[in-house]
């Protein structure tokens, strides 16, 4: 067989074991076989919580607790909706809305509860649709799993008070008699609340109870980490605390009795554990790196300060002792997360580690993305046709085309995309434009996939080699249709001759 056909059947059995729900996306290059370490946080990464279940959970437990500190009692009449929140949105702390934005603060939906504004109507209160996204103490970006439940409880809160005949409406809260309830008051009654769940532990102790309604147990977990092992270091870096992590690691790794496999304990698989993290602080200076008693889950006295002892569980530190300890180095680290600032970007900014990004949500997107890419090929088509009526217009030009039409059909085709991904959108686009979220996940992660154990189907020593992508000076010159270049590692007299077709709007690329 000819090697062009060894290469083109080789393509179509590598693509038939990975179809596109269980790959690995790159943005950069990452070589596994230069990897000699491999980090994982636990929540949504290696513990998968399932979904909308465990954030119907914490939705009614941080409800529960707004009533139990003098809330309204009608607020229990609300019940969390899936539909309705998607990650990397912010709450405006001043007037109380929702807001998406794109990396540089443009306003792209906004609601008021559930109310959707309207262009004009987000213009009264965001003059130009447009935030300055880095004012923290007003915009809070709620980014990780977690936030979901919050998330839908602010939209609740504003519902309720805006409709509620017992409150007037005012532009930055609500009022009843001498009392003023503030959209920053409110915002903080509620960031105390979820402290509250996870300082007393109350939210881990009901998920515990029931490990099975929450928590999805995937045999191909230990299957991922053993594998790893084999080849690499492995470390798990986690927020949670030793009680809570032993109690999930257990359930996820554990072989259970009467298994045909030889009894195995869940830290085993890890060279390195490290709980109560701090992160995004653990990429920083970071805390006091003490020892955990696993017999008690208590910390013992003093600060670490020797080497690794395989088997101990770590409790604080910071990355630059993890380095120290496993005697790694930066780009030699993968490290797997799924909060884009506590786990990618910060790890990527101090330490420049290697980062995978897990997004939960991409089934989802690629399942919309793929029913629905008529309707964003529609979208394109309208952009490309706004962009000809534009494209040979001179400076001698007084009055442009009148363009009111096709921006109308833009608005409307846009908005109906959306609505397919959820009452507030998709997590990564809105239509054509790229989100916050999105922005900062090809920035700072190099490889992102649904789920971690899309590693599984790629060899431990494969090359991710992320696509090249054209400025916009560059991607205006016209390329040759066919150029011959030789590959050294090809059979001698082999040329490989790339080819590009061009089929209406679509190119395609063939080697020879």
Request: charged share 25%; with cysteine.
């Amino acid at each position: 067989m000819e090697q062009s056909a060894v290469l083109e059947t080789m393509g179509e059995t590598l693509a038939g074991k990975r179809d596109i729900p269980h790959r690995v996306f790159v943005n950069k290059s990452v070589t596994l076989e230069n990897i000699k370490c491999y980090g994982f946080d636990m929540d949504y990464t290696l513990a998968i919580y399932k979904s909308p279940e465990y954030e119907g959970l914490g939705f009614e437990m941080l409800r529960d607790r707004l009533v139990s500190i003098g809330y309204p009692h009608e607020l229990l009449r609300y019940s969390y909706d899936p539909n309705f929140p998607t990650r990397g949105l912010l709450y405006d702390s001043t007037y109380g809305n929702l807001l998406k934005v794109d990396a540089h603060g443009n306003i792209l939906v906004c609601s008021h509860g559930f109310i959707y504004l309207t262009g004009g109507e987000i213009q009264e209160y965001y003059p130009n649709r447009f935030i300055q996204r880095d004012d923290t103490e007003r915009f809070y970006i709620l980014n990780t799993l977690f936030n979901l439940s919050e998330t839908y409880l602010y939209a609740c809160l504003v519902d309720f008070f805006t409709s509620s005949t017992r409150y007037q409406n005012c532009s930055q809260g609500f009022k009843h008699g001498d009392l003023f309830m503030s959209f920053k008051s409110m915002f903080q009654d509620v960031r105390d609340a979820m402290n509250y769940l996870h300082d007393t532990g109350s939210l881990k102790e009901r998920t515990l109870k029931n490990l099975e309604k929450y928590v999805i147990r995937d045999p191909r977990i230990p299957e991922l980490l053993s594998r790893i092992k084999n080849v690499a270091k492995v470390f798990l870096a986690t927020n949670s605390d030793y009680n809570y992590t032993e109690a999930i690691m257990k359930y996820l790794l554990d072989s259970p009795s009467g298994s045909k496999n030889p009894r195995k304990s869940w830290r085993s698989y890890f060279d390195l554990v490290v709980v109560d993290t701090r992160k995004p602080l653990f990429f920083a200076e970071g805390t006091v790196l003490r020892q955990v008693d696993t017999n008690t889950g208590k910390l013992r006295i003093g600060t670490y300060t020797g080497d690794l002892q395989h088997g101990t569980v770590y409790s604080g530190g910071s990355s630059d002792i993890i380095c120290d300890l496993l005697d790694v180095r930066g780009k030699e680290i993968l490290y797997v997360g799924d909060h884009i600032f506590g786990d990618i970007l910060k790890s990527k900014k101090r330490q420049g580690w290697k980062t995978f990004l897990v997004v939960p949500e991409l089934a989802k997107e690629l399942q919309v993305w793929t029913e629905k890419f008529s309707m964003f090929e529609e979208l394109r088509q309208l952009d490309i046709y706004l962009a000809e009526l534009h494209k040979h217009l001179d400076s001698g030009i007084v009055s442009g085309p009148d363009i009111g039409l096709i921006h109308s059909k833009i608005k409307k085709m846009t908005y109906t995309m959306d609505l397919c991904y959820g009452k507030m959108g998709s997590l990564l686009r809105y239509g054509s434009i790229k989100t916050l979220f999105a922005s900062q996940l090809l920035r700072y992660a190099d490889l992102y996939a649904a789920s971690c154990l899309n590693l599984l189907h790629y060899p431990i020593t494969y090359l991710f080699r992320a696509p090249s992508v054209l400025m916009p000076h560059e991607s205006a010159v016209s390329p040759q249709h066919s150029q011959e270049l030789p590959i050294s590692n090809l059979s001698p007299n082999h040329t490989l001759r790339i080819t590009s077709l061009q089929v209406g709007k679509l190119s395609f690329t063939r080697l020879l």
